[in-house]
């Protein structure tokens, strides 16, 4: 049974990159970890440590616009979607503030508990308890596409890597 020989500096360098991008892919679903930040951070510690050759550079270009884009879509598209529901920006403020409390109280899943439930507390203020449900049921739906957004972003970041990583060796 051959092995990876750890003492070879570029291996160890892709061993750990690999790692980072997998931790980056499994902080998406958990959103304890900044997910696809990490993706990025594995790939930039690849091409900058690693001594794969010129390819790794356009391997990082890509996977910093995949990144970037996955980023800013993630934040734009669901508030937009959020506000095309009719939620007003006070509510989804009071979500974000109790999504952050969340994510301190309750491990793993507070964010995305405090932020709907955010949503939920201010809408039933503003619209009465009967109509509250329906801006809640977008904020879930937001949230959801945030999530996905994320997944395919980090997924696309980590596919990039590994050709990368095929092409470069």
Same mark, same amino acid.
């Not at 270009?61 to 529901?85: D, H, I, S």
């Given at each position: ?20 991008v997998l931790t980056g892919v499994l902080g ?7 997910? &696809?930040?990490?993706?990025? !951070? ?50 989804? &403020? ?45 904020? !879930? ?5 945030? !999530?996905l957004i994320e997944f395919a972003a980090a ?15």
């Amino acid at each position: 049974m051959s092995g990876m020989d750890l003492s070879d500096t570029g291996a160890t360098i892709t061993l750990i990159s690999g790692l980072v991008v997998l931790t980056g892919v499994l902080g998406v679903v958990i959103p304890l970890l900044p997910g &696809l930040v990490l993706c990025w !951070l594995g790939v930039l510690c690849w091409a900058l440590l690693g001594d794969a050759g010129a390819g790794r550079w356009l391997a990082l270009a890509l996977a910093t616009v995949v990144a970037a884009a996955g980023l800013l879509t993630k934040y734009l598209w669901p508030g937009r979607q959020m506000r095309n529901a009719g939620v007003p920006i006070a509510s989804m &403020l009071t979500g974000g503030v109790l999504g952050v409390v969340g994510f301190f109280v309750v491990p793993v899943v507070g964010l995305v508990l405090g932020f709907v439930l955010g949503i939920w507390i201010a809408e039933r203020a503003r619209l009465g308890p009967g109509r509250a449900w329906p801006s809640t049921r977008g904020a !879930l739906a937001a949230v959801g596409m945030s !999530l996905l957004i994320e997944f395919a972003a980090a997924l696309g970041v980590a596919v990039i890597w590994v050709f990368g990583l095929v092409l470069t060796s």
